[in-house]
């Protein structure tokens, strides 16, 4: 279920977003300033952020700046909301890293369809729409992960983990960020965790010969790719021994 932490001083506002959202399916997380924004991203990174500009303290602007200019926030989707519509507003905002900007009043399908759209380009894991590489294919709907016709079986964190690396293929992801983004609470969980399922993984894959999609980038993490280098360098090795 995707997550979205809306931050909005405004109670009425605040609570037609929530229950809107709640009620088409979505996590949702409420603050109303930027200090518990900050300490819920902190905890946890949720998938989209709903984000009044004008708050009380911190606005909304210098905290879409402050992500921006972090490792571990830099992607967080972001799309902020204002009672301004000033052309240079809009410009400020988007200049500030927001994905999207939302004039209030707003309607409330528009607000899904952005954050719809949103998700589908930055954090098309957190929707339930079937991916694929390759001849992989996962969908979130049924569940099932399939590989040229052949029926995978994954566990509950593989099958994230392989949603979160098939969303974000050809990247190279630290375990810090996978812990981050798949298991969503990186700081109880040591590293090695990640390894053990990463394995997993790969044996999970292996059956229809897939397993050699998940690389090890040394001394950065892993990626999830089309074109495995093991794969090329081991036929490589055989050809060769042979
Ligand atoms: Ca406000």
Not at 47 to 57: F, H, K, Q, Y
Not at 152 to 175: C, D, I, N, Y
Not at 197 to 207: D, G, N, Q, S, Y
Not at 211 to 223: F, L, N
């Amino acid at each position: 279920m995707s997550r979205i932490l809306v931050v909005e001083d405004e109670s009425a506002i605040a609570e037609l977003i929530t229950l809107n959202l709640r009620h088409a399916g979505f996590d949702v997380f409420h603050c109303s300033d930027a200090a518990a924004a900050q300490a819920a991203v902190d905890g946890r990174l949720p998938d989209l952020v709903l984000l009044d500009w004008m708050l009380p303290g911190e606005s909304g602007l210098q905290l879409a700046r402050r992500w921006r200019s972090e490792a571990r926030t830099r992607e967080l989707p972001v799309i902020m909301l204002t009672a301004r519509a000033d052309e240079g507003d809009k410009v400020a905002g988007l200049e500030s890293g927001a994905d999207d900007y939302l004039t209030k009043p707003f309607s409330v399908n528009e607000l899904m369809a952005r954050i719809r759209a949103v998700l589908r380009r930055k954090a098309p894991q957190a929707l339930d729409v079937a991916v694929q590489l390759a001849g992989l294919r996962l969908d979130p709907a049924t569940r099932r992960v399939s590989c040229g016709g052949l029926d995978l079986k994954l566990g509950p964190t593989e099958f994230k983990l392989l949603h979160f690396m098939m969303s974000h293929a050809e990247r190279v992801h630290s375990r810090a960020q996978l812990l981050d983004r798949v298991w969503g609470d990186h700081v109880f969980i040591e590293e090695r965790t990640v390894d053990v399922h990463i394995k997993r993984l790969r044996e999970a894959l292996a059956p229809a010969g897939a397993g050699a999609m998940v690389e090890t980038v040394r001394g950065a993490g892993y990626r999830l790719t089309a074109q495995p280098q093991t794969a090329t360098g081991a036929a490589a090795t055989e050809r060769g021994s042979a």
